[in-house]
């Protein structure tokens, strides 16, 4: 029954496309400018970013900017991606960036990290790369009875929420675990603080039961208007679907 919904649902543009061609990477950039209720989605993720970013000198880079527009909010990114794209700066492994040692003050994901076949080698880069002060942002996939549901019955990627810190390599985008950022910041807390002690998880805000699944997302056709955008995000919030049904997180790092 899934599959034939979405099938029906799924968005003309990238169907029947591979994931890990970057040319369905362009296609979805255009589907996020062009869809409003997600695009909307979109804006209040890079807004929660943008207003988290410490102050003073160092750069800010995007890990994973392949589909995004965080320029157009935020000028001074550095954006980057595996490989090239229209949006990005730098073509670079986030396991292995190419900044000086402390030259950034933030660095921002977006359903990025748990792509990373290797989360522990990010962390290691990016505290070298990160100064004292300096904090990682992310807006990732988040692990609760619903999401856990929806994300192993009707989204494509992996959802183990028994799985290891690493994940098979295969392409840039097919190789993930969408639960990989709760299993580093719930599940294994204490492991991660123990490991990487520079970095202290200083926030995580659960959010969005719903919206992001009726915007469709990239793959799939939106079924409810733009408008109904912050009507609906005020129906999370008032009746507490946030913390028990979340489907993704704002998780807060500080470099210590």
């Not at 900017?65 to 320029?71: D, V």
């Not at 929806?150 to 028994?162: K, N, Q, R, S």
Request: net charge neutral.
């Amino acid at each position: 029954m899934f599959d034939r919904l979405k099938t029906a649902l799924a968005h003309p543009l990238t169907r029947d496309l591979s994931i890990d061609d970057p040319q369905t990477t362009v296609l979805r950039a255009e589907i996020i400018r062009e869809k409003a209720f997600l695009r909307r989605i979109y804006q209040t993720w890079y807004n929660m970013l943008i207003e988290n970013i410490p102050a003073g000198d160092g750069h800010v880079a995007e890990v994973g900017s392949g589909a995004g527009f965080l320029k157009a909010l935020y000028p001074a990114a550095v954006t980057s991606e595996v490989f090239y794209s229209v949006n990005v700066d730098i073509v670079y492994n986030a396991m292995a960036m190419p900044f000086i040692a402390g030259s950034l003050r933030a660095l921002l994901l977006i359903d990025a990290l748990h792509h990373v076949p290797d989360p522990g080698a990010f962390f290691s880069e990016a505290t070298r790369c990160v100064k004292s002060g300096g904090r990682c942002l992310m807006v990732e996939p988040w692990n609760t009875g619903w999401s856990r549901w929806i994300y192993t019955h009707v989204h494509h990627e992996p959802f183990d929420v028994g799985g290891e810190w690493t994940i098979p390599v295969s392409g840039p985008l097919s190789g993930a675990n969408g639960a990989l950022p709760w299993i580093l910041f719930e599940r294994d807390r204490n492991l991660f603080s123990r490991r990487f002690p520079e970095w202290k998880i200083s926030t995580i805000i659960p959010m969005m039961p719903l919206v992001y699944l009726l915007s469709g997302g990239v793959s799939l056709r939106s079924i409810v208007p733009a408008w109904t955008y912050p009507l609906l995000r005020k129906g999370e919030a008032l009746f507490g679907f946030e913390k028990n049904a979340a489907m993704f997180a704002l998780i807060i790092l500080d470099r210590i």
